[in-house]
Nanobody, 124 residues
Framework: QVQLVESGGGLVQAGGSLRLSCAAS????????MGWFRQAPGKERQFVAA????????YDADSVKGRFTISRDNVKNTVYLQMNSLKPEDTAVYYC?????????????????WGQGTQVTVSS
């Protein structure tokens, strides 16, 4: 049984910061690529950021480039998403996802396991 548990969401004013965490347990090991996606009401799930098994490769969506940073701690089996300079359009449910592969991708269909999501709301 694989479990991904997100935390760190909340309400923040525009320009503020939040750090999301995703703790992995079960048969997920440090050799798995991880990603963050988000979904706003009435919209499709959108890629945010992804990181390879060792952190050597990361990808960011153009909409968050320079503001969000993905990182991981393989000792703690945790992946993070540091979000700075938040905008109202960043408001969404943020999901953590894991691949059985070591290599990061931007396609949500490539990810095998998903967390339950954490709400991020940015007020203007």
């Amino acid at each position: 049984q694989v479990q991904l548990v997100e935390s760190g969401g909340g309400l923040v004013q525009a320009g503020g910061s939040l750090r999301l965490s995703c703790a992995a347990s079960g048969s997920i090991y440090s050799s798995n690529a991880m990603g963050w996606f988000r979904q706003a009401p009435g919209k499709e799930r959108q890629f945010v950021a992804a990181i390879s098994w060792n952190g050597g490769t990361t990808y960011d969506a153009d909409s968050v480039k320079g503001r969000f940073t993905i990182s991981r701690d393989n000792v703690k089996n945790t992946v993070y998403l540091q979000m700075n300079s938040l905008k109202p359009e960043d408001t969404a449910v943020y999901y953590c996802a894991a691949r059985t592969s070591a290599w990061a991708t931007k396609r949500h269909s490539d990810y095998d396991y998903w967390g339950q999501g954490t709400q991020v709301t940015v007020s203007s």
